[in-house]
């Protein structure tokens, strides 16, 4: 009788009573990353979260990194090629004929999910957005660069998703 007893404390203490004090905290203490650090449009409509990448396709646009698993977020991974597999030696063929030339835009992201890219491989890009949006390089490299976030353990960052959507939303393109 007592371990049943034991067994029923535990589980509603620990089975339910931590797991909601646990997001009731986080509720409160960070709503924005426990609701999935979710990004909405000029429009308020959702549109993804700040955490995951998207696949951007149009020239007005910075690229996300290439995801091996097409930016599907249940079966994100690797694709595990190795350094000498014909299809990794392609795909990075394929990507520098399409103007990259950053080792991070040649190669498929570990996740397929990461929204960030190095500064130098958004500055890559600069050139052929600000011919599509009709703006200066420069000032667009200027801006770019004033949106980088520290690397963790790497070079300064940028969110790729959050800065397609600032850009739409303060160069109204």
């Known amino acids: 009788m007592i371990a049943i007893r034991t067994l029923l404390t535990l ?4 089975g339910v009573g931590y797991p909601l004090a ?10 924005w990353q426990a609701n999935g650090s979710q990004l909405h449009n000029a429009e308020g409509r959702l549109i993804g ?31 595990n090629l190795g350094m000498s597999a014909p299809e990794r030696r392609a795909f990075a063929e394929r990507q ?6 950053d080792a991070t835009l040649l190669t498929r992201s570990a996740s397929g999910l990461d929204p960030h890219l190095p500064l130098a491989a ?4 600069v050139e052929r957005v600000a011919k599509a949006r009709g ?11 004033s949106r980088q976030e520290a690397g963790i353990l790497g070079p300064s960052v940028i969110n790729v998703l959050e ?9 109204h393109a």
Not at 96 to 101: L, S, V
Not at 135 to 145: E, F, G, H, I
Not at 164 to 170: E, F, Q, R
């Open 96 to 101: 520098a004929n399409a103007g990259f030339h």
């Open 135 to 145: 703006m200066q390089p420069d000032r667009l490299a200027a801006w770019v660069r």
């Open 22 to 31: 646990v997001t009731g905290l986080a509720q409160w203490l960070f709503p």
């Open 122 to 125: 958004v500055l890559e890009q």
């Open 11 to 14: 589980t509603l203490l620990l």
């Open 49 to 79: 979260s700040a955490l995951l990448a998207q696949p951007f396709h149009e020239a007005k646009y910075f690229t996300s990194r290439p995801s091996a698993s097409d930016f599907a977020t249940l079966g994100g991974s690797a694709s």
């Open 163 to 171: 800065l397609n959507l600032l850009l739409d939303k303060d160069h």
